[in-house]
């Protein structure tokens, strides 16, 4: 997951070069980060429905599309590029969800961690409530939800997320406990 410090600085360069006006340096950042996109989209397209017609490098491609109508937002450095990343994601998979609510229900196969009464462990919830819940929850506790997300939406460990948002694995596996909670209210009421 960790790339050589002069890699992640190369790219953290290149963000802050795109977020002052220079276009070049966004495509010249993708190819030092496409990896780990696609590594988490296909983590997280393995765990929706069968048979969804979105791919992993579509994901990417729409959440990259969707980054770069940020042009002029300052990304701090590459860990926070690739959050804002997963969270382009994610509301690319929810909006796919809504296009398609009438068609076809899309769902979202939850951690075995978050037990939802009435559900198996690996329980499969709509995309769309699991975002609402999400969305709730951001209104509680933003960084709560930036890991929820992350773990949900990316598929990542908590020590990944404890190393990409600059916490301790402790304090990433506190607001995880709490953000489980929190969204097994929501999507039990």
Known sequence: MAEPLDAAHRVTDLLRRWAAGDAAAFEEALPLVYDELYRIARAKMS??????????????????????????????????????????????LTEYARSRAQAVPAAVSLSSDIDVPGQTAASVVSAVALSVALDHLAAEDAKAAEIAGLRLFADLTLQEIADMTGMTLSTAHRRWIYAKALIQRELSA
């Open 47 to 92: 765990r929706e429905r069968v048979g969804h017609t979105l791919q992993p490098t579509a994901l990417v491609n729409e959440a990259v599309a969707a980054l770069m109508q940020w042009q002029g937002h300052a990304f701090t450095d590459r860990q926070h590029f690739l959050r804002a990343a997963c969270l382009a994601m994610r509301r690319v």
